[in-house]
């Protein structure tokens, strides 16, 4: 801390840099002395909701603080960095109300799957349209091009209306609708 005499020292410095020279300052003065702090203030603003909530399962609330009836009373500490935001979840003693619930603790067993994650597909049936013979006028439902022309059509066998392009060997105009060339449905 600067004395007295190192003050008026200072404040003659500093009226002479500024060319103040029709000022005379006393030879000796009281100094007063005041604190002066640096610093911002910042404005932290507090809400306070309680609600009642229900959550199906399990769910560990341990970490929680608990507080008594009157949240309004309860004792919060200030926040580590008033400047940002933060919640803070609290848990009111005696509330917490595990109730079991027919869903297996949260989960439903799907009614189609039971649970398992798989479904069974029904078998492979002849299709409606052609009931399999001839699904495609070109492979014969194998796969691959038998036929060197489409033009001919044997017996059992549908004209090209009503085709689609082959599932299976990818002619245009030459599969059964009904079953794309593989001659089942699914």
């Not at 103040?20 to 932290?44: C, F, K, M, N, Y």
């Not at 033009?151 to 059964?176: H, I, K, L, M, S």
Request: net charge negative.
């Amino acid at each position: 801390m600067l004395s007295d005499e190192d003050v008026l020292a200072a404040v003659r410095r500093s009226v002479q840099e500024r060319g103040e020279t029709g000022q005379v300052l006393p030879e000796e003065a009281d100094i007063g002395r005041h604190l002066l702090i640096e610093g911002e203030i910042l404005r932290s603003v507090e809400t306070r909701t309680e609600e009642e909530r229900f959550h199906q399962g399990f769910i560990d609330l341990s970490d929680r603080p608990v507080y008594r009836s009157g949240l309004d009373w309860h004792r919060i500490p200030p926040p580590e960095d008033p400047g940002a935001e933060t919640t803070l979840f609290l848990v009111r003693r005696g509330s917490v109300d595990d109730r079991a619930c027919d869903c297996g603790n949260g989960t439903v067993a799907c009614e189609r799957c039971k649970a398992t994650g798989e479904l069974s597909c029904p078998p492979a049936k002849a299709c409606g349209d052609c009931q399999g013979v001839a699904a495609c006028l070109w492979c014969d439902g194998t796969g691959r091009r038998s036929r060197p022309s489409r033009d001919r059509v044997g017996a059992g066998q549908v004209g090209r209306e009503g085709r689609v392009t082959c599932g299976q060997c990818g002619t245009r105009e030459a599969a059964c609708a009904g079953c794309g060339g593989r001659g089942r449905t699914t």
